[in-house]
């Protein structure tokens, strides 16, 4: 199997395709973990899981997969949710490209909520947030399971409450 523009080539266990192109919005069974995706929202006490904010997190499969340039994830952000709350929401990702960060994970030395909790306190820390200061907001999640390659990568989505 060779890529469409030809830059990598290799072999390919015929078990995880499904017939059909990736189409935004549309994933291969298996990419979805809801247990993990709610197991992040629940980091975040007080948040609000929405529907929309839940569908721009997963569109991160599609993203990452495709190696897709931001703007394609920014382009389709803005279709679910609007121009309006678009330039309200917040997010972040845990997608490193360090040689063996997602390595304790990936090899079973410390839990997958712990690592991403870890990760996730170091991140607010910087920006001096908890994850308590989210309370109030719409949020979304998403977490590659474990039988992806990608397994440790997450997103987070937020919106913060509407002010009437």
Same mark, same amino acid.
């Given at each position: 199997m060779t890529n469409a523009k030809q830059s990598m &080539?290799?072999?390919?266990?015929?078990?995880y395709l499904t017939k059909g192109a990736l189409?935004?919005?549309? #994933? =291969?069974?298996?990419?979805i973990d &809801?247990?993990?995706?709610?197991?992040?929202?629940?980091? *975040?006490p007080g948040t609000i899981p929405d529907k929309q904010l839940q569908q721009v997190a997963e569109y991160y499969i599609h993203a990452v997969n495709t190696y897709e =340039?931001?703007?394609?994830? #920014?382009?389709?952000?803005?279709?679910i949710l609007g121009a309006e709350k678009q330039k309200k929401a917040s997010g972040f990702s845990t997608y490193s490209?360090? =040689?063996g960060a997602y390595n304790q994970l990936r090899q079973?030395?410390? &839990? *997958?909520l712990q690592f991403e909790k870890n990760w996730l306190q170091k991140y607010l820390k910087t920006?001096?947030?908890t994850f308590f200061d989210f309370s109030g907001?719409?949020?979304?999640?998403?977490? *590659?399971?474990?039988?992806?390659? *990608? #397994?440790?990568?997450?997103?987070?989505a937020l919106l913060p409450p509407t002010v009437k």
């Amino acid at each position: 199997m060779t890529n469409a523009k030809q830059s990598m &080539s290799g072999y390919i266990w015929k078990g995880y395709l499904t017939k059909g192109a990736l189409t935004k919005g549309s #994933y =291969p069974a298996g990419l979805i973990d &809801s247990k993990l995706n709610q197991s992040l929202i629940n980091l *975040f006490p007080g948040t609000i899981p929405d529907k929309q904010l839940q569908q721009v997190a997963e569109y991160y499969i599609h993203a990452v997969n495709t190696y897709e =340039p931001g703007d394609t994830y #920014y382009e389709y952000e803005g279709k679910i949710l609007g121009a309006e709350k678009q330039k309200k929401a917040s997010g972040f990702s845990t997608y490193s490209a360090v =040689p063996g960060a997602y390595n304790q994970l990936r090899q079973n030395k410390v &839990s *997958f909520l712990q690592f991403e909790k870890n990760w996730l306190q170091k991140y607010l820390k910087t920006d001096h947030k908890t994850f308590f200061d989210f309370s109030g907001w719409s949020i979304g999640a998403y977490a *590659f399971p474990k039988n992806s390659i *990608f #397994y440790g990568i997450i997103m987070i989505a937020l919106l913060p409450p509407t002010v009437k």
